[in-house]
């Protein structure tokens, strides 16, 4: 007798045939022929029979024989079987609640929404309902795109500024330290009354100039003025500054004011000592009269149209006397002035020569005297002057050419200096200024003997590290001007960049820009890039490239390559490979396309696949069940290209 796969076959067995399920029939037993049914649905034989019957433990379903367990549950629309008291949510229809009964009935009703409250936003963020809700909304947080972010803050210190949130709305920076970029020394100068103060901070340590200065009191000896000034740290200071006067043996004189001084006349003049500062006080010898007398005792008896010619005398000097006294060896000459020394008595002057001494006669230009002695006597001797032949000579720019017929017996030119200064080749007059550029000025000073060009050259200040020299038209200082940032890369290189420009170093990001107060600003962003494998990457064939305009790197799929591969055996029939098969391959990324045929009137796909564009047979060698060994050829790819296909019309 034939049975079913689930049930077995028994030639003579009693008992009692369980089902699955309720009885149809009243409580208690009810004979049925040779047997009767119990309560619960199964079928008990009085009598032994042969047939069909399901195993131990097992109850029967319908025409097949189940385990107990499967009496108690329920299969839903889709074959998905339940256990009893079960509830689920069917997955074409989550908004429902299912439940498994006895009786293998299912229960479905219709879930309630329990307004599941939204999650709360934070700053930049806004609510938006999740576009894969099926049976109640469901919200969730997203990016305002109309938030601005803020801007990343300015460091001190050395600190820079990096991203600790990426990806979040609301960026939020940080400063930390880069000791590396901290500078190694500093140049700042301090003035004389303070002191350089460094100053240890969380990052580089700070460089302030700190007061560092007394109180002095002090008193100027005579001829200076004191002045009292108090500096920025509340200290006094005392200057001495020289007074225009002069200064003797702690006398003090204004300048102008004449005095006497053993035996010699002194005067404070306007020249001032380079060293002192005080005005220079001159003193010179007593003006004594040395004109001594002329001896004329007849000279009340002569005329005015008559000279008389008599002896004179000469000035001696003793030491220790302020003023000498006279002795007689002189010429005396009657006629008009000649020299300083002047005595007039009865409309004569008399003039008084040394012996030797030559002279031009005052009543003829043409005529030059000299006194002779003769023995004790004095007398002159008069001798004609004779003229020479003139020479004209050529005064250089800057000088002019004057004779001079009145003053002597014989005409005299010669070349006499202008009261001016020459500058290439341009004459510039006394007390007249000139500019010779925007930073030199110069004057024509001097005195009546020479001229010269005194100038005077401004000189600028030079512009800090980053700033440059702007010229200002008509101007002899510029002003200095924000020009670059300076840049300490991580390999200790110092590079310059640019004002309002920016530089790229792999992830890290400078800006150089100038603030309101026209001062150098240098920004520094950090990007920070998720973790990656390069040699992962590699040796799985893959590219790395650049994550769009970003500074990170990815693993972007191989191009259309041949690759080697190995098959561990080959089986044919009952024979197998007896080792592994080195065997190359096509693998790779081709792109496919579709376009618009002129010819056809419509768009075609083309499919572009990784294809092999040569083969070449391998023989591999194998082992039969029996023993036998065989020969079986397989083809290995020789080249590999992105080839094109015309792609199913499905």
Not at 8 to 28: D, H, I, K, L, W
Not at 64 to 78: F, I, L
Not at 189 to 212: F, G, I
Not at 250 to 270: D, F, M, P
């Amino acid at each position: 007798m034939p049975c079913s796969d689930s049930m077995e076959y028994s030639a003579c067995r009693t008992g009692c045939v369980e089902q699955c399920g309720q009885s149809q029939f009243p409580a208690g037993e009810v004979m049925m022929g040779d047997g009767f049914m119990q309560p619960g649905g199964s079928v008990c034989f009085t009598t032994p029979r042969e047939g069909c019957f399901c195993p131990e433990d097992s109850v029967l379903l319908g025409d097949q024989c189940v385990s107990r367990e499967v009496c108690s549950q329920c299969v839903d629309h889709q074959g998905k079987a339940h256990q009893f008291m079960e509830s689920w949510n069917p997955e074409d229809n989550p908004c429902l609640l299912c439940m498994c009964l006895d009786l293998q009935r299912i229960n479905c009703t219709v879930l309630p929404c329990t307004g599941a409250k939204a999650p709360e936003c934070g700053q930049c963020e806004v609510l938006q309902e999740k576009t894969g809700s099926k049976c109640c909304p469901e919200y969730e947080c997203v990016c305002d795109v109309s938030c601005k972010p803020p801007d990343p803050p300015l460091c001190d210190h050395g600190l820079s500024v990096i991203l600790t949130n990426p990806g979040d709305c609301l960026p939020v920076y940080q400063c930390v330290c880069k000791k590396d970029q901290c500078p190694v020394t500093t140049n700042t100068s301090c003035p004389a009354h303070k002191k350089l103060s460094v100053t240890p901070t969380e990052c580089c340590d700070s460089y302030e100039c700190v007061c560092d200065c007394q109180s002095i009191t002090r008193s100027c000896p005579p001829g200076y003025v004191t002045t009292t000034t108090t500096n920025d740290c509340h200290c006094t200071e005392v200057t001495c500054m020289a007074d225009k006067v002069c200064v003797v043996e702690a006398v003090v004189y204004q300048v102008g004011s004449r005095w006497q001084e053993n035996c010699k006349s002194c005067i404070c003049t306007s020249q001032t000592d380079g060293q002192t500062g005080l005005h220079i006080a001159q003193c010179v010898d007593p003006v004594c009269n040395q004109i001594c007398p002329l001896v004329c005792p007849y000279a009340l008896l002569f005329t005015l149209i008559k000279a008389y010619f008599v002896s004179g005398s000469e000035y001696s000097h003793s030491d220790g006397d302020c003023c000498g006294h006279c002795r007689k060896t002189n010429c005396v000459e009657g006629g008009r002035l000649r020299q300083a020394s002047i005595y007039s008595h009865f409309y004569f002057t008399f003039f008084i020569n040394h012996v030797g001494e030559q002279w031009v006669s005052p009543n003829d230009r043409c005529v030059r005297s000299e006194c002779v002695q003769v023995n004790e006597e004095m007398f002159i001797q008069h001798t004609n002057v004779t003229c020479h032949l003139m020479d004209m000579p050529s005064c250089p720019l800057g000088s002019e050419l004057q004779c001079n017929a009145v003053e002597d017996c014989c005409p005299a030119c010669h070349c006499v200096p202008l009261n001016a200064c020459v500058l290439n080749q341009t004459v510039i007059a006394a007390g007249e200024r000139v500019m010779l550029d925007v930073c030199t000025h110069c004057e024509c000073v001097g005195d009546k003997r020479s001229y010269r060009l005194s100038c005077r050259k401004m000189s600028c200040s030079p512009c800090s590290e980053g700033y440059t020299m702007e010229p200002i038209p008509n101007a002899c200082c510029g002003r200095c001007v924000a020009t670059a940032c300076s840049i300490r890369r991580p390999d200790g290189q110092l590079i310059s960049l640019k004002a309002n420009t920016t530089r790229t170093d792999g992830c890290t990001k400078h800006k150089c820009s100038v603030n309101k107060d026209e001062e150098l600003v240098l920004e520094t962003l950090v990007t920070t890039c998720p973790p990656f494998d390069r040699k992962s990457c590699l040796e799985h064939g893959g590219k790395i490239s650049q994550l769009g305009d970003t500074c990170c790197e990815i693993c972007t799929e191989p191009e259309c390559r041949r690759t080697v591969g190995h098959l561990n055996y080959i089986r044919v029939d009952d024979c197998q490979s007896e080792e592994k098969i080195e065997l190359t391959y096509c693998e790779g990324k081709c792109g496919s396309k579709s376009l618009y045929s002129v010819d056809k009137h419509k768009v075609e796909s083309v499919c572009v696949c990784c294809s092999s564009t040569g083969t070449v047979p391998i023989n591999v060698s194998m082992i039969c069940a029996n023993g036998t060994k065989t020969h079986h050829q397989v083809l290995a790819v020789t080249g590999c290209e992105c080839l094109s296909h015309t792609c199913p019309a499905d």
